[in-house]
């Protein structure tokens, strides 16, 4: 049994199941690395308040980072009888230096240690995923300008709407993505790792020596210089808000990349066919054999529901919670590392997947000559001469309905019958409106800008 950190006021041993019921080290061992970093700076300010010596902080520090080169090789392996990764890296210390380990707990408590990890491990994870957002968006860019001047079917309600071009189509899930950087951009510069705040009440350790022992330590780390003593330590320990946060802006992601599936399964489909998927992200049928099944896409939303679920969870666990720290909050971890490690795949896969889309252009040219596609233009050229929008609504409705019950192209109405409706229209207006060519040019108001990759 591994040795605790806790357990002098005890005379009973711990119930066996109890204690593989609690422990959270199949998890939070992900944390090692940045949990010696805690270790390490609150050894420098154990010295600085001279309640160890130069040499004991030095022999700590070393034993230490030998455990942290370990963390970086990747040879480190979690001791699965520990309670949690505070007790197996304590335990680890013990075996490399011996008594002197058990001075380096001194003013500190797990409570300070797991909400200093969490913070820096989410701030960590928000740049890793603002980077794969970047790649995805540069995706974005890449199959826009590959198909840059390809018209495209826009649709509202599912339904055929109007004629837009396909780059514009792509680019605004990059829109999209850009506005989840600035999202991650506001979280990063919100979260704040702060040490000190003891159990719940701070310590005897003055802030002046966290400060230097911060500033000694983080000399290379980005998150180092956000790392500072704690200012309000009751909140400190029991703030789960960013991880709470951090899991919205993650599930809101997860919402763009599902819709974006969506959209590409459908027109994926034989019944569309606008799209050929790239083969090497897809699977075949183990029965059929013409198959070939969108799968990464189906996949990507059907983890929407998990990540969703991930931030209701954390929520739903803090719901209740009294002032200050409460074992419950142990059970934040999952949730977030759950959600963190999807995201990360789905990105990377996604960058990916999003460059070998082909747009199959004629296929999209013959749904182009659906009439009902140009009626909005076609109304809106009767009001450039003179005719009020309702009424100029009414009057292509009433074209179209036409079109439909007599089974006769508009574009081959003659004259006479297009002044029926309106004495201003000419067949020649007819196909002079009702392209592609003409429906994309005659709008001015969108602003064809690339979303900033580095928002």
Request: proline fraction near 3%; hydrophobic fraction near 40%; include cysteine.
């Amino acid at each position: 049994m591994s040795k605790k950190l806790w357990g002098g006021r005890f005379k009973k041993k711990i119930d066996a199941d109890f204690e593989n019921f609690s422990k959270s080290i199949q998890y939070d061992y992900k944390l090692a690395r940045i949990d010696v970093f805690h270790s390490i700076i609150h050894t420098m300010a154990l010295n600085g308040s001279k309640l160890i010596t130069k040499f004991e902080a030095k022999k700590i520090s070393e034993a230490l980072n030998s455990i942290l080169s370990e963390i970086d090789a990747g040879k480190f392996k979690p001791d699965m009888e520990s309670e949690d990764i505070h007790t197996d890296i304590h335990n680890r210390l013990e075996k490399k230096i011996g008594k002197l380990a058990a001075k380096v707990h001194t003013f500190r408590s797990r409570n300070d240690q797991i909400v200093f990890n969490e913070k820096f491990y989410c701030l960590e994870e928000s740049l890793n995923i603002k980077e794969a957002i970047s790649n995805l968006i540069e995706a974005f860019i890449f199959l826009m300008k590959k198909y840059d001047k390809e018209p495209f079917i826009g649709y509202t309600h599912t339904q055929r709407a109007q004629v837009i071009l396909f780059s514009d189509y792509v680019i605004a899930f990059g829109h999209m993505m850009a506005r989840d950087l600035k999202r991650l951009n506001r979280f990063y510069d919100s979260v704040v790792p702060y040490i000190g705040a003891g159990a719940l009440a701070g310590t005897a350790l003055h802030k002046k020596e966290y400060f230097k022992a911060i500033d000694s330590f983080f000399t290379n780390e980005k998150i180092g210089g956000k790392v500072s003593p704690v200012e309000n330590s009751l909140d400190n320990v029991s703030d789960r808000d960013f991880i709470i946060e951090f899991l919205g802006i993650i599930s809101i992601i997860q919402m763009h990349l599902s819709r974006f599936s969506e959209d590409i399964i459908l027109y994926s489909t034989q019944e569309f066919d606008y799209l050929d998927l790239p083969e090497e992200f897809c699977t075949g049928s183990s029965l059929m054999p013409h198959k070939k099944n969108p799968d990464f896409l189906e996949l990507v939303r059907g983890y929407t529901g998990k990540i969703y679920a991930n931030q209701l969870s954390l929520m739903t666990t803090m719901k209740g919670l009294p002032m200050s720290y409460n074992r419950d909050m142990q059970l934040d971890k999952e949730p977030l590392f759950s959600s963190v490690e999807i995201i990360k795949d789905e990105l990377k896969i996604m960058n990916k997947f999003v460059r070998g889309i082909t747009l199959n252009c004629e296929v999209v040219k013959k749904a182009l000559l659906d009439e009902r596609l140009y009626a909005t233009e076609l109304a809106e050229f009767l009001v450039f001469r003179g005719v009020a929008f309702k009424d100029a609504h009414d009057i292509v409705g009433r074209i179209i309905r036409y079109s439909q019950d007599k089974v006769i192209p508009i574009k081959k109405m003659p004259d006479e019958l297009l002044k029926s409706f309106n004495n201003k229209l000419t067949q020649a207006d007819i196909k002079k409106i009702m392209n592609a060519a003409y429906a994309i040019s005659s709008k001015k108001s969108v602003n064809k800008k690339v979303p900033k990759i580095n928002a």
